[in-house]
């Protein structure tokens, strides 16, 4: 079996969600670090290196702070209602962020170099960028 692939480390995350993880949590990012790394060799295997670490990063925070019980609003949402005593709470959540499942965001996409709309990018662009040019 081949080694895994990472493009960042449970540190950098850590240092962008602005606490320690415990060694659960950094074996879990590990392994979200590294489903990432797949995800993102799918989509933007030519994607520059800085531009694949981020991107992890990005797509691990999103499931980690969601389960850090810390935030008052869930990562991901896009509409919530709040009340207090009638203890009333509803979170619209967006992008798969509700199954707790790595995505690519549309920040993700532009950052690897890939458009934004389902069908972004052509293989007739490839054959478009190997042709000679006219004369």
Same mark, same amino acid.
């Given at each position: 079996?081949?080694?895994?692939?990472?493009?960042?480390?449970?540190?950098?995350?850590?240092?962008?969600?602005?606490?320690?993880?415990?060694?659960?949590?950094?074996?879990?990012?590990? $392994?979200? $670090?590294?489903?990432?790394?797949?995800? @993102?060799? !799918?989509?933007?295997?030519? !994607?520059?290196? %800085?531009?694949?670490?981020?991107?992890?990063?990005?797509?691990?925070?999103? @499931?980690?702070? !969601?389960?850090? %019980?810390? !935030?008052?609003?869930?990562?991901?949402?896009?509409?919530?209602?709040?009340?207090?005593? %009638?203890?009333?709470?509803?979170?619209? +959540?967006?992008?798969? %962020?509700?199954?707790?499942?790595?995505?690519?965001?549309? $920040?993700?996409?532009?950052?690897?170099? $890939?458009?934004?709309?389902?069908?972004?990018?052509?293989? +007739?662009?490839?054959?478009?960028?190997?042709?000679?040019?006219?004369?």
């Amino acid at each position: 079996m081949a080694e895994a692939v990472s493009y960042a480390t449970p540190a950098d995350v850590e240092a962008r969600l602005g606490r320690t993880f415990t060694p659960s949590e950094a074996a879990r990012c590990e $392994l979200l $670090l590294q489903d990432a790394a797949v995800i @993102i060799d !799918a989509f933007a295997p030519d !994607a520059s290196d %800085g531009a694949k670490s981020v991107v992890s990063c990005r797509m691990a925070e999103r @499931i980690l702070a !969601a389960g850090s %019980g810390g !935030a008052a609003v869930p990562v991901g949402a896009t509409q919530g209602t709040m009340s207090a005593l %009638g203890y009333s709470q509803s979170w619209t +959540v967006g992008n798969g %962020g509700s199954s707790g499942e790595l995505y690519l965001s549309r $920040l993700d996409k532009r950052l690897l170099g $890939l458009g934004d709309v389902i069908g972004s990018r052509s293989p +007739v662009e490839d054959l478009a960028a190997k042709a000679p040019p006219e004369v």
